[in-house]
Structures are given as structure tokens and as C-alpha cells.
């Protein structure tokens, strides 16, 4: 899976990848009339206690990936009742898709 850089103005490491593109569309979000309300990943790992890859929307936390030392995904997580309330019942077949891709950063 292919983490292309988010637009930031601040110094967060901030990504969009195909996860975060089928996300958007189990929740229902049309990204196309709201560009900037979508599912992204926040990668905060080194800083703080941080030791996971953060999935977010605008506002919060929706969920977390978590990689071995490769950066090959173990384990996601999705809270469907804080934020975002509206995914489908497609969540679980999506997460499952990607457990054990390898993530690489595109910069």
C-alpha cells in the first residue's frame, strides 16, 4: 500500500493511500463536493508515546494501523461509533483486505 503525502501546512507527516480512499466511500463521503472532508493517516510514530499509525478524519481519530518492523500491517482498527458513524457494513472485509500489505511512503 502506497502512502502519498497529504497537503499540510504544518510539519505532521500526513498520507492519503487506497485505504483511506475505500474508507471514504464505506462512510459515504462524497469527497468530490467536499475535498478536504476525508479519511487520511497521521504517521506520529517516534513522537510521543506513539507506536501506531493514526487514521483520521477532520476533527479525529477514527482509528489506528499497526505494522511490524518491515512496515507490514498486523492489525487495523476502526471506531465506527466516535466521529463517523456511517460506514457500511463493508468495514470488516476492507480492514481484513490489507492486513499483511506492506506500506511505502511516496514522498
Not at 483511506?20 to 469527497?31: H, I, Y
Not at 494501523?65 to 471506531?79: A, G, L, S, Y
Request: proline share 1%; net charge negative.
Amino acid at each position: 500500500m502506497n502512502l502519498k503525502e497529504k497537503e499540510n501546512i504544518l510539519s505532521y507527516k500526513e498520507y492519503y493511500c487506497n485505504l483511506t480512499e475505500e474508507l471514504d466511500q464505506c462512510a459515504g463521503f462524497d469527497t468530490k463536493k467536499y475535498r478536504h472532508y476525508r479519511h487520511y493517516v497521521a504517521d506520529y510514530r517516534g513522537e510521543g508515546n506513539f507506536d501506531c499509525i493514526s487514521i483520521r478524519v477532520p476533527g479525529g481519530t477514527v482509528g489506528a494501523i499497526w505494522v511490524n518492523e518491515n512496515n507490514v500491517i498486523t492489525e487495523i482498527k476502526v471506531d465506527t461509533d466516535y466521529v463517523v458513524r456511517t460506514y457500511s457494513n463493508e468495514l470488516s472485509d476492507i480492514i481484513q483486505k490489507y492486513i499483511g500489505e506492506k506500506i511505502e511512503f511516496e514522498r
